[in-house]
């Protein structure tokens, strides 16, 4: 798939290329002739583009694409693996530290973050499908833990990730037998939220983009980190991580619930459980 709306030409040693347009952040991965495969060039540009991005008031969410054929066929065999593995130990945790800190950086990212999948999408691939918040894939992706077929474990958060969206049995299944799930079957095993053919992809996902930036940007920042969070309390813990997580979502943006609820039970305008208050009208 290409963007066609990429205001920079991509170059043979650009691995990231993104553009910005209503208030969305285009971003590619871009080794097409390796098939988005994340080397550690790439890794560290993916880092320094969302430095880059993650504060700009124009951009109010993410959706991270590939260029060519595939989404990532995962981590770069010969230049994440093999060539770093040549340089010891140091050379292995440093190439570590960059592939899994962008993800981290992209698991608890200030703005809203989508996947969209259009084609391979391999071990490696799963921490990055799993940092964004929401996935959308084409029915012709492919997903796989293809670890298994050429002789490591699923790392790199893999496994969790895994384990994490799917049944125990379907997770096993997935890991053990190195088989792919299409698009239609990923959507059923829960790795994405939709699958769709790939000639509505791109609308879709810029649909749910646009429906996302007219809701308030602080409050979807408190509410996906709120649901990464709770998954792995206690009921009583979560409880009161919501408390508080809430009243430091109002410290920073306290007006715009105030507005929400005038809207609601004042002016009577809108319907918070049928769709979002204006966020352009001021008390
Ligand atoms: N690491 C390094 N190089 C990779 C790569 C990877 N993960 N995936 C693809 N490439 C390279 C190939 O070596 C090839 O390079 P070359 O042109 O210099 O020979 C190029 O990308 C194109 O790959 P090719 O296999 O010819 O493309 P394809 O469209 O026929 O098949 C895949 C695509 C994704 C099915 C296949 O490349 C593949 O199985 N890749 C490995 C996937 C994997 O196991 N990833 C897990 C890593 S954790």
Redesign the pocket.
């Known amino acids: 798939m290409s963007n066609p709306q990429a205001e920079t030409t991509p170059t043979a040693t650009d691995t990231v290329v993104y553009t910005v347009k209503d208030g969305v952040a285009w971003v590619s991965f871009n080794r097409p002739?390796?098939?988005n495969?994340m080397?550690p060039a790439l890794n560290r540009r993916m880092m320094e583009v969302l430095d880059e991005l993650e504060f700009r008031d124009d951009v109010g969410l993410l959706v991270l694409r590939g260029e060519g054929?595939?989404w990532s066929?995962?981590?770069?065999?010969?230049?994440?693996f093999r060539d770093v593995e040549s340089q010891g130990l140091g050379g292995v945790r440093k190439a570590q530290r960059e592939s899994y800190g962008w993800w981290r950086r992209l698991r608890w990212y200030q703005k809203t973050t989508i996947a969209m999948v259009h084609g391979?999408c391999?071990?490696?691939?799963y921490g990055p499908l799993f940092a964004c918040d929401l996935a959308f894939c084409a029915d012709e992706a492919?997903f796989?833990l293809?670890?298994i077929?050429?002789g490591?474990l699923?790392g790199?958060g893999?496994t969790k990730v895994a384990t994490t969206l799917m049944p125990m049995r379907t997770a096993m299944y997935h890991a053990l037998m190195g088989e792919n799930l299409d698009g239609q079957a990923a959507a059923r095993a829960g790795l994405v939220n939709e699958s769709l053919p790939l000639d509505r992809l791109e609308a879709r996902v810029t649909e749910v983009a646009h429906k996302l930036l007219q809701k308030n940007w602080t409050t979807l920042k408190a509410t996906k980190d709120a649901v990464r969070r709770v998954m792995e309390m206690t009921y009583d813990s979560a409880e009161d991580y919501l408390v508080r997580a809430q009243e430091a979502a109002n410290s920073f943006d306290g007006e715009g619930r105030k507005e929400g609820i005038r809207q609601f039970i004042d002016e009577k305008s809108y319907k918070p459980g049928l769709g979002h208050y204006d966020k352009s009208k001021k008390v």
């Not at 391999?122 to 691939?125: A, E, N, S, V």
């Open positions: 002739a390796k098939r495969a080397n054929t595939a066929a995962g981590m770069d065999l010969k230049e994440y391979w391999f071990g490696g691939g492919q796989g293809s670890e077929n050429w490591i699923p790199g893999a």
